[in-house]
């Protein structure tokens, strides 16, 4: 049987080496046998994952339940292939050459067959047949490895040349970057130069208009100066003239002021002697006046002793009837018939009547209704004057408090009217 015809053999298979058992499944059709090449099959069993189920009767809100399949990566949207950012790349699986990949299957499926061969002899013990197939397997492993390092080497010189034109066109491409660039430096040292040539003319052209405007403004300056001498020589001449013009208006002044002071003077005195007099006029004046309220303010403070004296007093008992505080400014009353109303009322509503200032109208005949009503007045005072006189005194008290009551009365009537 010739390998060469058999298609559903393995690459890698020996018809030159001796017959082993226990490797059947090695040995069979690449469509018999079911296991994958790139990787060694696993024997033990996958553990079991338990999922978490959320509680049913919580409430959960939509973020907070378990998606096992959600993706978590941001979505990136773009216009074209040539916007994305480089340093993303695209999820998916990695491709290479297929090739390749055809000889790195062919090594690894070789490395798993040293593998089971050499745990299948360990298990029955190892022969020189074994020994011999071994290190067939290690020749054909090692002439595996030269041919993956020969196409490995002959896909990086296919590369190089397939990129050999892309390289010269790149190559090409700085140089012509390197000219431009060398041609823009070229270009912006000559303007550079230009720009430095003409600040240098701007500069001196800017130093001789300086010092023009620095010569013109030294001669204006001179000009100036002889101006303002002149000014100032014509400015003395006309102040010596206007001192001299105001020197005579100012001693024709002096004589009219001292004139005028002079009168000024005569009538001031005159004025004040007639002040002082008027003033010695209305201090003489307010003495009378001072001491007439002086008598009268004295007086009322007499008549609130007396009574003071008469309520207080437990010894008194032979006040005569002219000693008696009647309410009246005239002295010597003995009978009803020295009172009358209008004394009355300007006694007991006098202004300078000490104590009584705040009181109103009513609360001062109050005071004085109590003091001679008859029921208080025969008790408390009457006992305390002479005998002779006690019956006076009550028909005086008596005629004072009827006349107090009819001006109490009245005072009502008005508030009750107003």
């Known amino acids: ?57 919580l409430k959960t809100s939509p973020s907070q339940i378990i998606h096992p399949r959600r993706k978590h990566w941001h979505k990136r949207f773009t216009y074209h292939l040539t916007v994305t950012r480089p340093g993303l790349r695209r999820k998916g699986p990695h491709f290479c050459n297929p090739a390749k990949l055809r000889r790195q ?17 360990q298990d029955g013990g190892m022969t020189a047949e074994d020994r ?11 002439d595996q490895l030269r041919k993956h390092t020969l196409g490995d080497a002959r896909e990086v010189v296919a590369r190089a040349e397939a990129l050999g034109p892309k390289r010269e066109l790149e190559h090409a491409e700085r140089d012509r970057q390197a000219a431009t660039r060398l041609e823009e430096n070229a270009r912006r040292k000559k303007e550079e130069e230009e720009s430095r040539r003409l600040e240098e003319l701007r500069r001196l052209e800017e130093q001789r208009q300086r010092q023009e405007e620095e010569k013109s403004r030294q001669e204006e300056v001179r000009r100036r100066q002889e101006e303002s001498r002149r000014r100032a020589e014509e400015q003395a001449r006309l102040r010596e003239q206007r001192e001299r013009e105001l020197q005579a208006k100012r001693e024709a002044f002096r004589k009219a002021q ?18 002082a007099q008027r003033q010695e006029r209305q201090r003489q004046e ?40 009647w309410p009246l400014f005239q002295q010597g009353c003995t009978s009803p018939d020295d009172i009358s109303r209008r004394s009355m009322e ?66 009502m009537q008005q508030e009750t009217g107003q």
Request: hydrophobic residues 40%; positive net charge; proline residues 7%.
């Open 132 to 142: 011999i197939f071994l290190k067939q397997l290690e020749e054909l492993r090692l």
């Open 105 to 121: 299957k062919a090594a690894v499926a070789l490395i798993n067959l040293k593998n089971v061969a050499l745990e299948t002899m």
């Open 286 to 325: 307010e003495l009378r006046r001072n001491k007439a309220q002086a008598d009268v303010v004295a007086f009322f403070q007499l008549y609130d002793a007396k009574w003071q004296e008469l309520k207080l007093s437990k010894t008194l008992t032979s006040v005569m009837l002219c000693e008696m505080p």
């Open 1 to 57: 049987m010739n390998p060469a015809h058999e298609p559903d053999l393995p690459a890698f298979f020996d018809y030159n080496a001796p017959p082993v058992q226990g490797l059947p499944h090695i040995f069979q059709p690449a469509s018999a046998n079911t296991a994958r090449v790139s990787r060694p099959p696993k024997n033990t069993a996958a553990p079991k994952v338990l999922k978490k189920t959320a509680p049913t009767n």
């Open 346 to 411: 300007q006694f007991i509503f006098h202004p300078l009547r000490p104590g009584m200032e705040i009181k109103s109208r009513k609360d001062r005949l109050k005071a004085e209704i109590l003091r001679f009503h008859p029921d208080k007045f025969n008790s408390h005072i009457v006992h305390k004057l002479r005998e002779c006189d006690r019956e006076k005194a009550i028909e005086i008290a008596g005629a004072l408090a009827r006349m107090l009551t009819d001006m109490m009365a009245e005072e």
């Open 258 to 275: 001292e004139e005028a002071d002079r009168r000024a003077r005569e009538q001031a005195e005159q004025r004040l002697r007639e002040q």
